[in-house]
């Protein structure tokens, strides 16, 4: 069973940058494929981003360029700093898991097992 907590989600102006982190516990970490989601108000789920166990990374086309995921291993953590936001990017955003060994449709959510909470992301205009 693996548990993941996100944090970082807060309030920032449009063009600012923000930093989500998820950490996780449970599971070999290493081994999981860790998503970013988000959803925001009366809209579906969508895929934001992900790094593959293996390191690759993948990206949404509407935060190709302002988001970069990464992961640390050693820390069971994954991160996605958001730059130049905009008042869209305001939703609440999950951290995702898969594995061990994934090699399925990243951007799908329902591909992924475990979840966290969210937090919410506000981005005023």
């Known amino acids: 069973q693996v548990q993941l907590e996100e944090s970082g989600g807060r309030l920032v102006q449009a063009g600012g940058s923000l930093g989500l982190s998820c950490a996780a516990s449970?599971?070999?970490?290493?081994?999981?494929?860790m998503g970013w989601f988000r959803q925001a108000a009366g809209k579906d789920r969508e895929f934001v981003a992900s790094?593959?166990?293996?390191?690759?990374?993948y990206y949404a086309d509407s935060v190709k360029g302002r988001a970069t995921i990464s992961r640390d291993n050693a820390a069971n953590t994954v991160n996605l700093q958001m730059n130049t936001l905009k008042p869209e990017d305001t939703a609440v955003y999950y951290c995702?898991?898969?594995?061990?060994?994934?090699?399925?449709?990243?951007?799908?959510?329902?591909?992924?097992?475990?979840w966290g909470q969210g937090t919410q992301v506000t981005v005023s205009s």
């Open positions: 449970g599971g070999i970490f290493s081994t999981y494929d």
């Open positions: 790094i593959a166990w293996s390191g690759n990374k």
């Open positions: 995702a898991a898969v594995g061990p060994y994934f090699s399925g449709d990243y951007w799908i959510d329902r591909a992924y097992k475990y």
